[in-house]
């Protein structure tokens, strides 16, 4: 889709050059009196097809096929600074770029036949418009001023329909999301909705948004919206059932996780978060139950192993608990917490030395590991060798 859209892009580009080549011939404007042209090395009007205050050392074309990459450059999530390495590095600069790219976009508009333009012509055109405001987002100085105000002008002329404008703005939210700019996602997932309130997917994320700034009643009120629309996103009642779980909310957050597994049941991640729930209710058999159906699913959870040992030596299954970290281990050998926790378990079992060899092992990986230390020495001691 993307590689149809660049094509049209510089075939448009490309044809917007000829034409100023053979007809756009702006007028020098006048000198005041007494007042000498600067010698600024700007491309005449008529040659290379230039524009009036471009540098001769660019034609319009290299023009364009710079403005490309950079524009592709914003769409892959290039910051300010990004935008501004670019430029230093092509010699390019930003008061040059914006005239150009305001001429261009002037050319484009003016007496153009749009109402006979195809479908396809529309949607890059659409898609020019959106990396335009991506520009004047991360740009400076003029040329951010100018790609703002040349991308909403395409839009007055290529409006899109409001399932478009709600797709739009969901775009521009996911982009704000992967870099972390929770607060404008939220305002632009809000925008979204305000187009297609029933879009499932811009209420899903807005509460991943919502989550990941500590707002965990507005998180779990956003999935719900979105399960009122499509009560089958296992990922929602998972991410419902996380935000619950930091409320403290916990026989609730079961409650979601169960919706979760009914639509995904061999999801182990969720069984392995089902399973942290119960654990700090103190029912520590129903969660090693959720954590072995994560193991059931993927035997080489590292986490899954130490949690369900911790468990067992609640119950004071000792010996299995020590099972259960030696499986830990098996994934994660340098894993120093279940080193140390194995020890603990040995020493309950009157295994001195083999405890001891457990917290060597702890501090081998973590030689400033303070408990495991104070229980090497005090084992130490029981032997007699301290």
């Not at 002329?157 to 982009?175: H, I, N, T, Y």
């Amino acid at each position: 889709m993307f590689g149809k859209i660049w094509r049209f892009l510089k075939q448009l580009i490309q044809r917007v050059f000829r034409t100023f080549s053979q007809d756009f011939n702006p007028p020098w404007p006048p000198l005041a009196k007494g007042e000498k042209q600067e010698e600024t090395n700007l491309a005449s009007p008529l040659s290379k097809g230039g524009l009036r205050g471009v540098p001769q050392t660019l034609t319009d074309a290299e023009y364009g096929a710079k403005f490309m990459e950079l524009l592709a450059g914003v769409n892959q999530g290039w910051g300010r600074g990004d935008v501004a390495e670019f430029l230093l590095a092509k010699r390019i600069k930003n008061g040059d770029l914006a005239a150009w790219l305001r001429r261009f976009v002037a050319r484009l508009l003016e007496g153009a036949q749009w109402s006979t333009v195809s479908a396809d012509a529309v949607v890059s055109l659409q898609e020019l418009a959106r990396r335009l405001e991506l520009l004047g987002r991360v740009a400076i100085g003029e040329l951010a001023e100018v790609a703002g105000n040349v991308g909403r002008e395409i839009w007055v002329v290529f409006p899109l329909s409001s399932d478009g404008e709600a797709e739009e703005w969901k775009k521009r939210g996911d982009e704000q999301c992967m870099k972390g700019d929770f607060e404008y996602a939220i305002a632009s997932y809000d925008k979204a909705l305000e187009f297609k309130s029933d879009l499932h997917e811009a209420w899903y994320i807005r509460g991943l948004a919502l989550g990941n700034l500590g707002r965990f009643e507005e998180a779990i009120a956003s999935c719900d919206k979105a399960l009122e629309i499509k009560p089958d996103l296992h990922e929602v009642w998972n991410n419902r059932g996380l935000a619950l779980n930091d409320l403290g909310r916990f026989e609730e957050a079961i409650a979601s996780y169960d919706n979760a597994l009914k639509f995904k049941p061999d999801k182990h991640e969720v069984w392995y978060i089902r399973g942290l729930a119960p654990y700090n209710l103190g029912r520590r058999e129903e969660a090693i139950a959720s954590w072995d159906k994560a193991l059931e699913f993927k035997p080489d959870l590292h986490e899954v192993w130490y949690n369900r040992g911790n468990a067992l030596g609640n119950l004071g299954r000792l010996e299995n608990e020590i099972a259960s970290y030696d499986k830990a281990l098996e994934f994660k050998p340098d894993y120093h917490e279940a080193w140390y926790n194995r020890g603990v378990a040995l020493g309950d079992l009157g295994r001195i030395e083999d405890a001891i060899a457990s917290y060597d092992k702890a501090l081998k990986f973590k030689p400033d590991f303070h408990l495991a230390s104070k229980n090497r020495t005090i084992a130490l001691k029981k032997l007699g060798i301290v």
